[in-house]
């Protein structure tokens, strides 16, 4: 199924309507049924990344402790991509569902990074700091997933959980 605002993509990021705008998504790595780019999924990957290796390399802790959340918005309006404005006018025209489901699950992901980088910032040993990179990391990898899953229009979303639900079902309360 092509996406269904191709028309008002265009219109919101300047381009002509003769384009197939529908391939100048795909060309730009956004998902031409979603509207939505995995690129934003970055963010969150090398996140993801340094606490990885702050097991056997604690010298990350600070590369780590930089990081800062951002929105889809932000995301891109920040980017060096040629194609930041038609990514932030096809998530503008996105189905609003799939768009907050996103945007719910980014949360999530973000209050989880937070609330590790909160804790990473007393002084803590090594193992400790291991450990508690090892938790985020498990809780992270499946909402980058469920992300990933929800631009790729491989889930579909009608009503997005809270974080606190998407928390509670990763620890099966």
Known sequence: MKYQNCAAVAQAADEPLDL?????????????????ATDYLNRFNEAVMLLDMLATCPEFRDDFLSWKPMSYREHFGVSHSRTRDLAIAAYETADPNVRSGLDTLAATMTVVLEATRAAMT????????AALAGNAVGWMKPLIARA??????????TDAPSPQAVVDQLMKR
Do not use: F, Y
Not at 122 to 129: A, G, N, Q, V
Not at 148 to 157: A, K, P, T
């Open 20 to 36: 197939d705008v529908g391939l100048r998504l795909s060309d730009a790595n956004i998902n031409p049924s979603t509207g939505l």
């Open 122 to 129: 007393s002084d803590l040993k090594p193992e400790t700091i």
């Open 148 to 157: 990933g899953s929800i631009i790729n229009g491989d889930e579909e979303v």
